[in-house]
């Protein structure tokens, strides 16, 4: 009697070509296509989540390069294609991070 094959549950949003990678090693893929707008937003967040925290454990070009992939794809479906320009007038306005600041407090001057 054949064995039966192991199933490893998984609730993530993964890459185009994923499911195809998947075939080339001997396994089968079980997906379902996201339809509805409000669940694949869900899912490009929580993947930000998950992509944020593999570069946190890991910090690589090629985790910054994952982070970046939702990020553009979002500004995609969120219709925010303004994003850069709207990152170049607060890097004008406020500032970047180059400087390295570390807001450690700040003190209010109390009213008599």
Do not use: W
Request: with cysteine.
């Amino acid at each position: 009697m054949p064995e039966k094959p192991t199933f490893t549950s998984h609730d993530k949003l993964v890459r185009d070509k994923i499911p195809e990678i998947i075939k080339t090693s001997n396994r089968t893929p079980e997906c379902k296509i996201l339809d509805g707008d409000r669940e694949y937003l869900r899912y490009l967040v929580k993947k930000l989540h998950e992509e944020v925290a593999e570069f946190t454990e890991d910090p690589c070009v090629e985790e910054l390069a994952d982070v970046k992939e939702v990020i553009d794809t979002l500004s995609r479906i969120r219709g925010f294609e303004d994003v850069l320009r709207v990152q170049e007038k607060k890097r004008e306005e406020r500032g970047g991070f180059e400087k390295r600041i570390l807001l450690t407090g700040v003190y209010e001057e109390r009213e008599e």
